[in-house]
């Protein structure tokens, strides 16, 4: 029974091809406004996330900046030290305007990952310092060797060393750069320092693997350490955000620069970034799952209008188009059905085919025979000869009046064929018109 009607479904759409384009019409322009709605809600949701990143960026560089206080030459990074809402997780770098490095971690590879290889390497027995943003550290050079040739330093630094012992400080110094020497590998005559550990070292340790040509590979803490001046002037004059990418990882970053600033003049910079690799992932699983159910949406709109509005979605549309096309129906003063010539008549000028021998020009025949007669689905069945109980007799007489309404509609305005209370009869306005 199932295949029965899948059949007949079938047949019925090769049967009334201007039913299909009209619905693969309609589902074409569903599918297009719903393209163009998906593609701004992708636009304004990326927008507002971009906005949002700026918005904590901006926010928490300024944050940042303004921990620190620079008077007469001295810094003081004491708030900076102990404020716990500064990112631990987002790229950052601090510096002084005279290439001091205060802070860097979670480094962009490519951006500002310079260090002073010499400077870094000038310590080669651990000693107390005072660095240049007035901070007490004890720092220690530890020379990475391979194949007999230093390839480049780990410079270790324990801040503030007061309170402890000079001995103990240094051994705790040398034990934490065997640990780390131990985990950097040497690729392709590059240090490679992405097996390295921090979570494995004494967490009061701050180091920098600078190699030979005064590239850092992994900074945490910020221990003393310089860069060349004219990259900090580079970063300044970047322009509000930036999106740079990761030389390494390809990584995509959005970048914010704000300056330190002491009396009007810049001293420092501080530069944040945000990965934009989840934001692109979410935007586009976005896209995919919207197009799944968009295409979803397509069909089944397709497949509704189908079976629910078969009919009545083209004749709405037709009367509508006809109204915009051509609003003015002629009116009706003489209407006559030529059986011979299977033509329907309408004040001697306008004719409108009928096809032979179809169940549509029975019914026209038997209606304008007796026009002021009401007939029942079996009398029109009768007219058109149809007697097999199978097929759905009321569908057919339905559809072949439909088919003459619909014509003639298209010409006059109004339904040739009446339909009420079951009955059908040659329109009442029109009867007094047929001869």
């Known amino acids: 029974m199932a295949i029965a009607h899948i059949s007949g479904f079938i047949k019925a759409l090769h049967a009334d091809k201007a039913e299909m384009r009209l619905i693969l019409r309609l ?87 310079t260090s002073n290889y010499a400077y870094a390497s000038s310590f080669p027995t651990p000693k107390t310092i005072i660095s240049a943003v007035s901070e007490p550290w004890r720092v220690f050079s530890y020379p990475i060797v391979r194949i007999g040739q230093e390839k480049g330093v780990i410079l270790l630094a324990y801040f503030e060393p007061a ?75 970047r322009k509000d955000f930036s999106v740079i990418s990761d030389g390494r990882s390809q990584q995509k970053f ?39 159910v968009g295409l979803f949406s397509v069909f089944m709109f397709a497949v509704f209008t189908l079976f629910i509005y078969r009919r009545d979605i083209r004749e709405i549309i037709e009367e509508r188009l006809a109204a915009l096309i051509n609003p003015q129906y002629i009116v009706v003063d003489r209407i006559i059905f030529d059986s011979s010539e299977s033509k329907i008549i309408i004040n001697d000028t306008h004719a409108i085919d009928i096809p032979a021998d179809s169940y549509q020009h029975d019914i026209c025949k038997l209606l304008f025979k007796n026009p ?9 069945s009768d007219a058109m000869g149809e007697l097999d109980e199978q097929k759905n007799v009321k569908r057919l007489v339905y559809d072949a009046v439909e088919a003459v309404n619909a014509k003639v509609k298209k010409l006059t305005g109004v339904k040739l064929i009446s339909h009420t209370d079951k009955k059908y009869c040659i329109n009442p306005a029109l009867t007094s018109k047929l001869s």
């Not at 501080?270 to 692109?280: E, F, H, N, R, W």
């Not at 007939?375 to 029109?380: F, H, Q």
Request: proline share 2%; net charge negative; aromatic share 10%.
């Open 163 to 237: 309170g402890r012992s000079e001995k103990e400080l240094d051994m705790i110094l040398l034990k934490n750069a065997e640990i780390l020497d131990g985990q950097i590998s040497l690729t392709n005559e590059t240090l490679d320092a992405t097996r390295v550990v921090d979570k494995e070292l004494d967490h009061n340790i701050s180091f920098e693997i600078i190699d030979t040509f005064n590239i850092s590979h992994k900074s945490i803490g910020g221990p003393p350490a310089y860069i060349d001046k004219s990259y900090l002037q580079d970063a300044l004059r």
């Open 254 to 292: 959005m970048l914010y620069v704000e300056p330190i600033l002491a009396n009007g003049e810049t001293v420092g910079l501080v530069a944040i970034g945000k990965g934009l690799d989840q934001l692109s992932r979410i935007l586009g699983n976005q896209l995919m799952l919207s197009f799944a």
């Open 27 to 113: 589902s074409t322009v569903f599918l297009v406004l719903f393209i163009l709605y998906l593609i701004a809600g992708y636009f304004i949701i990326r927008t507002l996330s971009l906005n949002d990143i700026k918005s904590y960026l901006r926010t928490t560089a300024g944050v940042v900046s303004g921990d620190f206080e620079y008077k007469d030459g001295v810094w003081n990074t004491n708030k900076y030290l102990s404020d716990t809402t500064t990112p631990s997780e987002s790229p950052l770098y601090i510096f002084s305007l005279d290439g001091f490095l205060i802070d860097r971690m979670n480094v962009i590879s490519g951006l500002l990952d």
């Open 372 to 380: 002021k007669r009401h007939y029942d689905t079996l009398d029109l």
